[in-house]
């Protein structure tokens, strides 16, 4: 791992996040920016984000649709971002693999800029769509809580075994088809 770059060695999806930070209009620039850069295929750049910040309307109708064990955490993250996709059926594959990879560019400049990002995919999608009013050809497929790191000892306790144990990854060769 020693040649790997910083960015995404250092790279974490935590559940503390600090209850008192903010993030700066700049921040959120910067984030949004990452992820406008990302590749896609065509240049279609099918993503869409709708921003909430932790005490905002918005942030409050993004929470109240994320399943009760994850709130219990992402209400303490500075924002909370849905990563929604557009277009026909028919590419939705293709459109959900270039999402990811807008995500992943913000989640790597997130980690540039000292904040970090833990994206959720499992949360009520009818439920968000209504409560954002999105239109029908969008399409939310993750939810990102960002912020900076916050004490994990203030998490519950099954939470904090999880969080301060060590990072796993399979073996390179175990992610290689033969």
Known sequence: MSDLHPLL???WSPRAFDPAARLTDADVACLLEAARWAPSAGNRQPWRFRLGHRDDETGKRILVNLPAQDQRW????????VGAHTGPDGSAERRAYDLGQAVA??????????????????FDRAGLTADLDLPADVRPMVVAAVG???DPHALPP???????GLR?????????LT
């Open 105 to 122: 560019h913000l989640t790597v400049q997130a980690t540039a800029l000292g904040l970090y990002v833990r994206q959720l995919v499992s």
């Open 168 to 176: 796993h990854r399979h073996p390179l060769p175990a992610l290689l």
């Open 148 to 150: 900076r790191l916050g």
């Open 158 to 164: 099954d939470l904090l075994t999880r969080e301060t």
């Open 9 to 11: 060695a250092f790279r």
């Open 74 to 81: 992402a209400r303490h993250a500075s924002a909370l971002l």
